[in-house]
Structure formats: structure tokens, C-alpha cells
């Protein structure tokens, strides 16, 4: 009998060749496409036609409420609160794995299947660890590292074998309707990019703390104080933004600080952003249990730094302090710190202010 697998069809072409793959690996092939919020009629017309060209069934699943009380509320609330968030980060762990693990059971199912480009190798340990993909231009292991071991056990990443010109080759030779589509690079539920009238739209319906803030303009200042203009509110600005900020200095500045309790963006100089040290929480560990002495790995502090050499330890349970061996820049409070060992997720959690 057929293993049954659960594959997240996102209408892309990454996930149909997953689909694809994996039923000439003889699985028994399923697409979901997982209904997050209004808009994603075209996503669901393609992720239904490469099914009905692969010959497999196909369903769309409304998650909307899980999608909005664990992403949208929680990128919300962040922007809020003065941080960044890295919104793909939750929703791989809450939706795309914890809810979608959770209907591919209710279906019989005890696998599911994405179209990330990650692979999932088992340590010497016995432990499970996302892995480097084949092709490091795509690579996506850093918004996977809050993945569980019970969720990397029923996963499977067929495209991770393969660099991403031969993933589109595949999709045309096999005649997928979308193997000519253009890859997403926005927030799926900010398709405009911007996320600031978003939020301001989106608190005008949630009763999310401190919501005034969307719409509060404040001070520009400097590290000791010095008022140098008004802002237009704390959630248009994130750790080194040079644009957007029409203050007229004589030269290039940046926002090295947001201070959420005086309502204040402070600016800077560019040598003002670089640091050695770091501290994150809601911490990860995937290739041990948990950090027993400090390490010596590569960090990278977001989607796309290319990592740098680093030392962890922990401070209590759920406090990691990361020092660089060369300074890195903007170091960004909602961003995920992620470190690696051997080209696999050692552990990972998210950068806060200390």
C-alpha cells in the first residue's frame, strides 16, 4: 500500500514539482492549498490545475483563522511594539506544519510535503536538522528553524536535491501550468509591500494593545536626545532604514534605535548599527536538546546574511548571547538569530533588546 502524503500546494512552481516528485517516488499524492485570507483566488485556479495535470486530488482548506491569530496578529503586534518581525517564520511553524500536520492526520495521512528549498538529514545523535539545500541561492533553512522533531519526522522536501533551474526544467518537461511563474518575494498578505497602512487598516479592526501607536507621529532624535524632526509613527521604521526618513542632516543617516515607551526613532551615524553581541528568545533547539556549553557556529541574523562566525551560550533557559567575531550590521529586534553547524540548524530563536 502506498504511503499517503499531504502536499502544500501554493500554486507555485517549487511546490508542484514536490508534488510531482514525489509521485515518481510512488507516494500516494495529495495537493491542499491552505485558504489564509481574501485575495488568494488566482493561487488556489493554479495550485488546482497542476493537480488536475498531475492526476491527484486537490482541496482547499480555510485556515483563516489560525493564519490570522498566529501571523497576522503576532506581525502586528511586533511592528507595534517597536520590533521587525519575520511573519514566514511563525506561519512555517503554526500553519504550514502544526495546522497542516494536523488536517493530513484527520485525512489519513502520516507525512506532508513542501516545496521548500531545505533538506532534512538525521545527526549521529538520532536527532532530526534542517539542512543547507543543494543550491545556496535558494536556499530556506532559515525561516524553518522553529520546526519540531515530530513535524521534521513527517516531512518530506523533495526540491532540496535540486538547484532551481533544474526544479523549473522539471515543471516544463512535465507541462505544469506554472512552470513559467514568477517566483513571490512579498509578504503573501501585504501583496503592496506596504506594511504600514496594513497594520493601520488591520488595528482599526483588531483589539491589539497599544494600537494607537499606528497612527501616532512622533520624535526623531538622537542617541542622548536631541530632537531632530517628527516621525510619522514607529511602525514605518525598522534598525538601519536610510530611506524615507525627509530629515535633511547634510549626509546619509540611519534609525539605530526605536524606543516604543517615549514613542521615539533614533538616528545615527552608519557606524552606530555595526555590533558584536546579540541576545534572542523563544529559542529552538534542533540538533541537541539544548545548549549545555557555549558553541562556536555560524550566525546568521536574517533571511539574507550570508552568516558569520559566532559563539552562543546560554544565559537561563530561554536566553541565548551570541557574540560575533567581526561586528555585523543591524541587528534587528523580531528578527530570528539562526546558527548553524555543518551546514545544519543548530538552534535558533528571535533577537531581543537587552
Not at 511586533?78 to 497542516?100: F, H, Q, S
Not at 543547507?132 to 521534521?152: G, I
Not at 506594511?195 to 488595528?203: G, L, N
Request: glycine content about 8%; proline content about 3%.
Amino acid at each position: 500500500m502506498k504511503e499517503k502524503v499531504i502536499v502544500g500546494l501554493s500554486g507555485g512552481v517549487d511546490s508542484s514539482v514536490a508534488a510531482l516528485l514525489l509521485l515518481e517516488q510512488g507516494y500516494d499524492v495529495h495537493g491542499v492549498t491552505m485558504h489564509h485570507f481574501d485575495g488568494m483566488d488566482d493561487i488556489e485556479k493554479d495550485a488546482k490545475a497542476v493537480a488536475d495535470t498531475l492526476g491527484i486530488s486537490h482541496q482547499v482548506v480555510d485556515f483563516t483563522k489560525e493564519f490570522e491569530k498566529e501571523v497576522i496578529d503576532t506581525f502586528a503586534a511586533d511592528y507595534l511594539a517597536g520590533r521587525t518581525p519575520n511573519p514566514c517564520v511563525v506561519c512555517n511553524r503554526k500553519i504550514k506544519w502544526e495546522a497542516m500536520l494536523s488536517y493530513a492526520k484527520s485525512q489519513g495521512a502520516d507525512k506532508i510535503a513542501t516545496g521548500h528549498y531545505a533538506r532534512i538529514m538525521r545527526l549521529e545523535n538520532g536527532r532530526l536538522a534542517v539542512t543547507n539545500s543543494v543550491t545556496a541561492s535558494k536556499d530556506q533553512t532559515y525561516a524553518l528553524y522553529q520546526l519540531t522533531q515530530e513535524q521534521l519526522a513527517s516531512t518530506l522536501m523533495p526540491v532540496g536535491e535540486y538547484p532551481k533551474d533544474e526544479v523549473r526544467k522539471m515543471a516544463m518537461d512535465a507541462g505544469l501550468p506554472v512552470a513559467h511563474k514568477r517566483d513571490s518575494q512579498e509578504i503573501c498578505f501585504i501583496p503592496d509591500h506596504d506594511h504600514a497602512a496594513f497594520i493601520q487598516r488591520y488595528t482599526q479592526n483588531a483589539a491589539l494593545p497599544d494600537s494607537d501607536r499606528a497612527f501616532k507621529t512622533g520624535h526623531f532624535v538622537t542617541r542622548d536626545g536631541k530632537i531632530l524632526g517628527e516621525h510619522q509613527g514607529i511602525i514605518h521604521y525598522t534598525i538601519g532604514q536610510r530611506k524615507g526618513l525627509n530629515l535633511a542632516m547634510g549626509h546619509p543617516v540611519f534609525v539605530t534605535d526605536i524606543r516604543p515607551e517615549t514613542n521615539e526613532v533614533v538616528i545615527g551615524e552608519s557606524e552606530e548599527l555595526f555590533t558584536t553581541k546579540l541576545y534572542c528568545r523563544n529559542l529552538n533547539f534542533m540538533a541537541e536538546e539544548t545548549l549545555r556549553e557555549p558553541r562556536e557556529l555560524l550566525g546568521k541574523i536574517r533571511y539574507a546574511h550570508k552568516g558569520d562566525l559566532c559563539r552562543i551560550r546560554l544565559v537561563d533557559n530561554d536566553l541565548l548571547e551570541c557574540e560575533f567575531m567581526v561586528p555585523v550590521r543591524a541587528v534587528t529586534p523580531g528578527q530570528s538569530a539562526v546558527f548553524y553547524e555543518n551546514r545544519h540548524i543548530f538552534a535558533g530563536g528571535v533577537i531581543v533588546k537587552e
